[in-house]
């Protein structure tokens, strides 16, 4: 059994760290109400205009598609992975990086794919192990605004435009609630019209013309996507970190629980054997 001296250095350190994901989790919780009310205030927004664009694509021909909806042979995908510019925040980045290693391993094995990263735990990760990382964004975080994030966007559909790109994908994490996050891999690029008839809820009357449209449309519309996406899963973010802090606050509660316990019990037989020297030492003068 360890002495009392490393039992009580074990409590000290022990509080200490409690105190720290304690502060930590708070924080997080501060944090993930402002990312929560900018993605919420966000979604409606974003989901009308994606429907929107979707049931105008179905009604346009290819020809008045754009250049944002040709459909080419998949050689060169890009990934776009959404991930945090830091750790302690559970499986948060992990799963991430995970499903686009699956997506490069399984079901584009046969193309060249590309990364481009937002959040340098993806940017460390996969350069780390030798993928082809296009470039990095882990700055966009600092100063994450609609304006910063289209600029990004207008990258990725300038390298689709001039065929670099055959596919664009985001993964990222949609935020459900502070406790659960939906890995997502989405569709960026080509512009999809709607599969499904049925979903086609509105008839409409096109002025100027349909082409004159989509090339307004559909550029804001991806901006819009690509925007949405790292909001959610900068919220996403907070949630995760908020609940990894409070596990941990409530493991270290546990563990310092038992180390005082231990050291009671450690006292105790310590205090025990003092008294049985002192009597043992009182009847060896007394005989």
Not at 25 to 45: E, G
Not at 68 to 91: A, F, M, P, W
Not at 135 to 145: I, K
Not at 218 to 233: E, G, H, R, Y
């Amino acid at each position: 059994m360890a002495n009392l001296k490393e039992i009580r250095l074990r409590i000290t350190s022990v509080g200490s760290t409690m105190q720290i994901t304690s502060a930590m989790k708070m924080v997080s919780a501060a944090k993930l109400k402002r990312a929560q009310d900018a993605i919420i205030q966000m979604r409606p927004y974003a989901n009308k205009l994606t429907e929107l664009l979707n049931n105008l694509s179905a009604s346009l021909d290819s020809s008045d598609g754009g250049v944002y909806t040709q459909e080419r042979e998949i050689k060169n995908v890009l990934l776009v992975t959404v991930t945090s510019n830091r750790g302690l925040c559970g499986g948060f980045n992990a799963y991430i990086m995970k499903k686009a290693t699956a997506l490069i391993n399984e079901e584009y094995a046969n193309a060249n794919v590309n990364i481009l990263s937002i959040g340098k735990k993806s940017s460390e990760h996969f350069t780390k192990n030798g993928f082809n990382v296009e470039s990095t964004h882990d700055a966009l975080f600092a100063d994450l605004t609609f304006d910063n994030t289209s600029r990004v966007a207008e990258g990725i559909m300038e390298r689709f435009v001039q065929g670099d790109y055959d596919k664009v994908v985001l993964v990222y994490n949609q935020f459900k609630n502070a406790a659960t996050q939906v890995i997502m891999a989405e569709n960026f690029l080509p512009v999809q019209a709607a599969e499904d008839e049925e979903s086609i809820v509105a008839d409409y009357i096109f002025e100027p013309t349909k082409k004159e449209i989509v090339e307004q449309l559909i550029p804001k519309s991806l901006k819009t996507q690509l925007f949405k996406a790292v909001l959610d899963s900068h919220a996403a973010e907070h949630g995760a970190r908020m609940t990894a802090m409070h596990k941990a606050t409530d493991n270290a509660s546990e563990l310092k629980k038992d180390l005082t316990l231990t050291y009671n019990k450690a006292r105790q037989a310590a205090i025990t054997n003092e008294i049985l020297e002192i009597v043992g030492g009182a009847e060896a003068l007394s005989g």
